[in-house]
């Protein structure tokens, strides 16, 4: 089955710098990478998601690159602000037939100090 | 739209009583997944089910869970004779379809507590 790797397990950055998460998956066969946002005590709310034909996405402050050849994929905060302070998770699935359930990282928590 | 509903939020549950875990998904869709999520860990997935229909049950332990979702109500996810090991949070998400063309929606989950 799938196996997803996640670093760093905490990453703390002042306020207006860059945070990066990176992550690895073993199957070939995974094509959807969503990454949720979850803040203490509450649901994970999906903040960003790629998919295969694709290599990078970009919402606002935060990006998403894909390297399905290397089975890594990474997030990206740019001007990140206290309200970022919350643990990230990246997930993994493919989205043919039934098997779309999603297997997660470990997460990382993300401390934005001032 | 109101989004995943899970309740109750928090559950306690002595050892050996039986818990149910509520979960309506959003209106209109008929895929529901559930995950656990032990302190300071990541979500693990446990089953899938759609309308009637348990699609993949392969992260749910064989013993003492089930999981139904009735052509009518919630989704139930039962958790009989619990142990201490049980405590955890669960949530559920939905999605309109059954694969990544619709992302999976999270509840505010369920936290059981095992006394």
């Known amino acids: 089955g799938e196996n997803v790797e996640q670093h760093p397990s905490t990453l703390s950055v002042q306020e207006g710098d860059s945070a990066v998460i990176k992550c690895t998956y073993s199957d070939s066969a995974s094509n959807y990478f969503p990454w949720y946002k979850q803040e203490l005590g509450k649901r994970p709310q999906l903040i960003i998601d790629i998919r295969s034909n694709v290599g990078e996405k970009k919402d606002q402050r935060i990006a998403v690159t894909l390297n399905k050849t290397a089975k890594h994929f990474s997030l990206h905060i740019t001007e990140t602000q206290p309200e970022d302070s919350a643990v990230y998770f990246c997930a993994a699935s493919p989205s043919t037939g039934t098997a779309s359930k999603l297997t997660f990282g470990t997460g990382t928590r993300l401390q934005v100090t001032l | 739209n109101a989004g995943v509903m899970q309740n109750p939020r928090h559950l306690v549950r002595r050892r050996g009583q039986e818990a149910r875990l509520r979960c309506s998904p959003v209106?209109?869709?008929?895929?529901v997944y559930w995950y656990r999520q032990l302190p300071e860990e990541g979500l693990k997935f446990m089953v899938y089910?759609?309308?009637?229909?348990?699609?993949?049950e392969s992260g749910m332990p064989k013993e003492r869970f089930s999981a139904e979702f009735p052509k009518e109500g919630p989704s139930i996810l039962r958790i009989q004779q619990v142990v201490r090991g049980d405590s955890a949070a669960y949530f559920c998400?939905?999605?309109?379809?059954?694969?990544?063309?619709?992302?999976?929606?999270f509840g505010d989950g369920t936290r059981l507590s095992i006394l």
């Open positions: 998400a939905s999605s309109a379809m059954g694969n990544s063309n619709q992302p999976q929606h």
């Open positions: 209106k209109g869709h008929s895929h």
């Open positions: 089910l759609q309308k009637e229909n348990i699609i993949d």
